[in-house]
């Protein structure tokens, strides 16, 4: 029957006599996502593949190591959910059913940053301010460079 799970009994009874079998359903597959890049603030993505199964409670979502909310929707070939903010290139993701897992795959990726302008103390060089969308909120995975030179003192 149609399902989800791992190591699952078997058993077959004929004429008094019982044989089992452990049986386990294929693991979900990931074939794409839509859309494949969102803003730093998350988005509603939907995960195409197989082998969710029907039921969302035995369904758990990562987005670059981070575990989404479960306010999703799910059928055995889709998957609607909100991805967190984050940012990056080719994040990974990972659908867990029933304690079974889809190769880590790098289907998505958070818009790169957009600079709008730049003001910055003439002389002193103490503070320059950067004006702009899609830094997002980890000031960790920021990295800049100015004349070559990177700056860590880093505020968002």
Avoid: E
Avoid at 17 to 35: D, R, V
């Amino acid at each position: 029957p149609p399902g989800t799970g791992v190591n699952l009994t078997v058993v077959i009874t004929i004429g008094g006599q019982q044989a089992s079998y452990n049986f386990s359903y294929l693991a979900p597959t990931i074939t794409s996502i839509s859309p494949s890049v969102i803003p730093t603030t998350g988005a509603l993505i939907t995960i195409y593949g197989f082998n969710f199964g029907n039921d969302s409670s035995t369904i758990k979502i990562f987005i670059n190591g981070l575990a989404v909310s479960s306010n999703w929707t799910v059928t055995d070939r889709i998957i609607s959910c909100t991805a967190p903010p984050g940012s990056g290139k080719n994040v990974s993701i990972i659908v867990t059913v029933a304690q079974q897992s889809n190769p880590v795959i790098k289907l998505l990726s958070y818009q790169a940053p957009i600079i709008n302008s730049i003001i910055s103390t003439p002389t002193t060089g103490a503070l320059t301010t950067i004006f702009g969308s899609n830094f997002g909120n980890n000031r960790t995975n920021v990295t800049i460079y100015f004349k070559g030179t990177k700056y860590t003192n880093i505020s968002t």
